[in-house]
């Protein structure tokens, strides 16, 4: 037992000294790889993470709000994990600090904010808002109203909160439990993500000028590149700030195949997607970023005011000037 409690010296330490509030979601389910070991990197360098996320997989939600209809679940959490027919959400049985919700990212972010902390954590102020790291990358602004991962980003942001959207290329979708034996493969891409969350989650806090962390109404969109088993060659990528706009930006379609007679999805790009309107124009884009596989990280920023530039404004209103 006293082996046991001076085990958790150094990390009641940590979490004293930084204390610092995140709430951890995803849209991948809380049973996740990617957020597991997300939240095990940042708890373990010393910020006090509260982990709420969906019970099962709710990749290509967007924002959109939904929460149970039901006290038990109606479907089995992902990989199982719980089982259907398990109370619509909870907490992992040794550790209140990570909970499942049955319903969509938007709404587990919500959970989280609106019930777990005020009701289990004596109303805990939240610093900051991490979703992901997703399984698959979310790029270009042709994903901003598909990506679970960046709908949960802005339902924070909607509520005064700054986010941080998350994604990697790593397109597996693995339970955390096969992966237990492996928190110190060095090449496992949810290691690498995660030590990555944590560098920029330091200087996030590090760097900002007040409270606020982000500016009002401001969201972060990362995508990480392929690294370790996937790209040995890329282990630590770098960080490069990016616009969401530009080339290789695309969004969901749809093709008809005559021999089936059915939809198929596919992907699309457009000018609408590679035009920049707002921020630095000259920033490369982060479709292309990734794009080139060169070992980068994008990090873009994005706003949820969404009403048009003043330029627009002006031509449309000019357009409509006998209504006004």
Not at 95 to 123: C, H, R, S
Request: net charge negative.
């Amino acid at each position: 037992m006293f082996k046991q409690i001076f085990a958790l010296i150094p990390i009641i330490a940590a979490v004293l000294a930084n204390g610092k509030t995140i709430l951890l979601s995803n849209d991948d389910g809380w049973a996740a790889l990617n957020i597991r070991a997300a939240y095990r990197e940042l708890t373990n360098a010393g910020y006090n993470v509260i982990l709420s996320a969906p019970a099962r997989q709710r990749s290509g939600w967007s924002g959109k709000f939904q929460i149970p209809d039901s006290k038990t679940l109606k479907e089995a959490g992902e990989f199982n994990y719980p089982p259907k027919g398990s109370p619509s959400w909870g907490h992992e049985s040794d550790n209140d600090k990570i909970w499942y919700f049955d319903g969509t990212p938007g709404a587990a972010v919500a959970f989280g904010l609106e019930y777990v902390i005020p009701n289990y954590f004596n109303d805990t102020k939240v610093d900051l808002v991490v979703n992901g790291p997703n399984e698959g990358t979310n790029l270009g602004n042709g994903m901003y109203t598909i990506s679970g991962t960046i709908g949960a980003t802005y339902n924070a942001v909607y509520r005064n909160y700054p986010g941080i959207a998350i994604s990697g290329s790593n397109g597996n979708n693995s339970f955390f439990k096969d992966f237990e034996n492996d928190q110190n493969d060095h090449l496992l891409a949810a290691n690498i993500y995660a030590k990555k969350v944590v560098q920029f989650v330091d200087q996030l806090f590090k760097g900002a000028k007040d409270d606020s962390i982000l500016p009002i109404t401001t969201g972060l969109n990362i995508n990480f590149p392929s690294v370790g088993y996937d790209d040995e060659s890329c282990e630590d990528p770098d960080w490069v700030f990016t616009k969401f706009s530009g080339e290789h930006s695309t969004t969901s379609d749809l093709k008809y195949n005559k021999e089936s007679g059915l939809f198929e999805s596919s992907s699309i790009g457009s000018e609408a997607l590679y035009t920049c309107v707002f921020g630095n124009c000259s920033l490369e884009g982060e479709s292309q970023l990734l794009a080139d596989k060169n070992c980068k990280t994008s990090v873009s920023a994005f706003s949820i005011d969404y009403s048009a530039s003043k330029d627009q404004e002006e031509t449309i209103h000019g357009a409509l000037n006998g209504l006004f």
